[in-house]
T-cell receptor, first 111, second 117 residues
């Protein structure tokens, strides 16, 4: 049972435009959500997180939106840069419990 | 800060042998470390939670006798793949929280690519 889902396996965006990566979850008990970026043959790198008490968190070019009623979160990257090309994983947890990861979305930013 | 080092970064071994992977928290102490496994083009799947000074907690479907975890100190956890088989070939990644008690993000090592021939 995949509790965290990323339905788009890949996304291609033009440099300078906005990238929107989506993530859905099924467990309403999740209260902490994170986005990680991963390059091939490397470990994931933490990007940004959001607590369930918020609906938006912004850090530079990265903004995460959380819609609890829809059990949906999204990561916006603007403006997108070629260096942003990587696999993006969303993850969720309840309390300080283990993280459950989505299946990832491969973002390709075209110059 | 919050650097997690994993070693080796890649290893090739013969079927039937055992392989040990080390995970160290370099600039912080981690009472809890997590071991993940990633198959090609798939998500990171949690294998087990490594607890300093006690037995690891394994996820459903993960053989504890095959994937031995030892968390001997606050900065070191090891994963030993025993009697490795080709189906164990995968990308193994460890992680740790900078602070165990709150919603701080996990920091990951760079992973170990295991190939069993």
């Amino acid at each position: 049972d995949q509790q965290v889902k990323q339905n788009s396996p890949s996304l291609s965006v033009q440099e300078g435009r906005i990238s929107i990566l989506n993530c859905d979850y099924t467990n309403s008990m999740f209260d902490y959500f994170l986005w990680y970026k991963k390059y091939p043959a490397e470990g994931p790198t933490f990007l940004i997180s959001i607590s369930s008490i918020k609906d938006k968190n912004e850090d530079g070019r990265f903004t995460v939106f959380l819609n609890k009623s829809a059990k949906h979160l999204s990561l916006h990257i603007v403006p997108s840069q070629p260096g942003d090309s990587a696999v993006y994983f969303c993850a969720a947890s309840r309390g300080t419990n283990k993280l459950i990861f989505g299946t990832g979305t491969l973002l390709a930013v075209q110059p | 800060g919050a650097v997690v080092s994993q070693h080796p970064s890649w290893v090739i071994c013969k079927s039937g042998t055992s392989v040990k992977i080390e995970c160290r928290s370099l600039d912080f102490q981690a009472t809890t470390m997590f071991w993940y496994r990633q198959f090609p083009k798939q998500s990171l799947m949690l294998m087990a939670t490594s607890n300093e000074g006690s037995k690891a907690t394994y996820e459903q479907g993960v053989e504890k006798d095959k994937f031995l975890i030892n968390h001997a100190s606050l900065t070191l956890s090891t994963l030993t793949v025993t009697s490795a088989h080709p189906e164990d070939s995968s990308f193994y990644i460890c992680s740790a929280k900078f602070r165990d008690t709150d919603n701080s993000p996990l920091h990951f090592g760079n992973g170990t690519r295991l190939t069993v021939t």
